[in-house]
């Protein structure tokens, strides 16, 4: 199958290359002439604008956006809405929200042009593990490229299937899910990095207690040393809390013990807010998702103004000093 794929970034070469891998051909675009050399060869094709992109591809066609969420991927999709055919399919698998979705396939739709929203998990592991796939969008679109979500999942595996799954979509067995109309496939993805963001800030809660039980203010006899780098080996296995995170977790620790080469400083792409003004709109309670997201506001702040308040506070009601910060 033949599919165009805008955007070559870490996650949209892998796609490129893991679907030539299973056959299929691709026609490229990025704004980065030296990212498309890196790809042609058998199967893959380059292009110096989308205009050439829709030009190489047989009808009906298939464009993959893969582009940071915002301005970049909204006018992508409006410069391609306007030179697609209807019966043609944009498919947008970067980061997104779903109400946005929504409102472009409802634009499509009017002019024939089918649109699927493919939350897209798996990272720069994506190219051997496969992408973790969670759709939305027509049916009739989702079913006809179906052999590109196949091709782009992990499949079965050596995981066995789970017990009570007889006669459930075995798709999602493969790491690929229909989950719904317009926005669904989104949807499902934005709380799964909300989840993503809870999970990880636990593990770093964890491992930053057993880091500080070695502190010199606590009782000789009750601090510990510990190896964190052996005790995330350990913890992969036959614990409850294993995962691959927690793999990613010890690789990380195995080569640098101290993370010396890291800042500490977290980003967020979007999801994490996004779940929670969702969880919000839904008067769903999500303590440890909030938390988890502002732990990641906490982290680029230093000596910050609110601190410096709370210390002046301590000061003038109590006389507290503050204490010298730990190392």
């Known amino acids: 199958m033949q599919l165009g794929v805008i955007g070559l970034g870490r996650m949209g070469g892998n796609i490129v290359r893991r679907l030539v891998r299973k056959g299929h051909a691709c026609v490229v675009f990025d704004r980065n002439p030296a990212v498309i050399e890196t790809l042609l060869g058998k199967g893959v094709?380059?292009?110096g604008d989308l205009k050439q992109l829709v030009a190489q591809l047989e009808k009906p066609r298939a464009v993959w956006v893969m582009l940071p969420?915002?301005?970049?991927?909204?006018?992508?999709?409006?410069?391609?809405?306007?030179?697609?055919?209807?019966?043609?399919?944009?498919?947008?698998?970067?980061?997104?929200?779903f109400k946005d979705d929504v409102?472009?396939?409802?634009?499509?739709?009017?002019?024939?042009?089918?649109?699927?929203?493919?939350?897209?998990?798996?990272?720069?592991?994506?190219?051997?593990?496969?992408?973790?796939?969670?759709?939305?969008?027509?049916?009739?679109?989702?079913?006809?490229?179906?052999?590109?979500?196949?091709a782009l999942a992990p499949?079965?595996?050596?995981?066995?299937a789970t017990p009570g799954r007889a006669g459930r979509d075995g798709r999602v067995e493969r790491g690929y899910m229909h989950c719904g109309p317009s926005g669904a496939g989104r949807f499902v993805k934005m709380i799964h990095n909300g989840i993503e963001y809870g999970l990880?800030?636990?593990?770093?809660?964890?491992?930053?207690i057993l880091r500080a039980a070695g502190s010199s203010t606590l009782p000789q006899d009750h601090r510990?040393?510990?190896?964190?780098?052996?005790?995330?080996?350990?913890?992969?296995?036959?614990?409850?809390?294993?995962?691959?995170?927690?793999?990613?977790?010890?690789?990380?620790?195995?080569?640098?013990?101290?993370?010396?080469?890291?800042?500490?400083?977290?980003?967020?792409?979007?999801?994490?807010?996004?779940?929670?003004?969702?969880?919000?709109?839904?008067?769903?309670?999500?303590?440890?998702?909030?938390?988890?997201?502002y732990a990641r506001f906490r982290s680029r702040e230093e000596g910050s103004f609110s601190d410096k308040l709370l210390s002046a506070m301590r000061n003038k009601f109590g006389g507290h000093v503050e204490a010298k910060a730990q190392q």
């Open 200 to 208: 990880m800030q636990a593990y770093a809660e964890g491992f930053n």
């Open 224 to 293: 510990y040393q510990f190896e964190l780098a052996d005790i995330a080996e350990l913890w992969r296995r036959g614990s409850v809390i294993s995962s691959w995170l927690l793999d990613l977790t010890a690789m990380a620790l195995a080569e640098d013990p101290a993370l010396a080469h890291y800042a500490g400083v977290v980003e967020d792409s979007g999801e994490g807010r996004w779940t929670i003004n969702t969880a919000v709109e839904e008067a769903v309670p999500a303590h440890v998702l909030t938390a988890a997201l």
């Open 45 to 47: 094709s380059g292009t």
């Open 155 to 160: 499949g079965i595996g050596e995981i066995p």
């Open 69 to 97: 969420a915002g301005d970049i991927t909204e006018s992508t999709v409006n410069e391609l809405g306007a030179l697609l055919d209807p019966g043609d399919t944009i498919i947008d698998g970067g980061n997104g929200f």
């Open 103 to 150: 409102r472009r396939a409802k634009r499509l739709k009017s002019k024939g042009i089918g649109y699927i929203d493919c939350g897209t998990s798996g990272g720069i592991w994506g190219l051997e593990r496969g992408y973790c796939l969670m759709i939305g969008g027509d049916n009739d679109a989702v079913e006809r490229l179906d052999p590109i979500f196949a």
